[in-house]
């Protein structure tokens, strides 16, 4: 039934126009906004919807979105140089950058203003 549909995925934020300087500012993807809401252009046309839910929005408790990068190194130092803070979990083996590398392939958490989990990681 769904074969040849292009589904997207979303995520709420509590705070629109905090996410989209977050998401275009900091992290430089393409952002537009309709109808109280963005669309995240990222590569591969495959766009990602943000919805407000205001102070009813909750981060969810695991990653919502990975960026694959070829350095990892290079993409916490530049995100950091940006305001980016890199989240450190208990349990995990991660270096003073905060890049985990023990376990699978080398990743770095990080929030949005919303406190939504992203990483960067890479494959």
Known sequence: MFGQTKAFSGFSVDDVPKAKAFYEGVLGLRVS?????????????????????????????????????DDIDKAVEQLGER???F???????QEANGVMRAGGPPIAWFTDPAGNVLSVIQI
Not at 42 to 61: N, Q, S
Not at 87 to 93: D, H, K, M, N
């Open 87 to 93: 989240a450190r979990y208990p349990g995990f083996e």
């Open 83 to 85: 305001g980016v803070e």
């Open 33 to 69: 906004e309709e109808n109280g809401m963005l669309t995240l252009h990222i590569a591969g046309d495959r766009d990602i919807l943000v919805y407000p839910k205001g102070e009813a929005h909750e981060p969810a408790g695991y990653t919502i979105l990975n960026f694959p990068v």
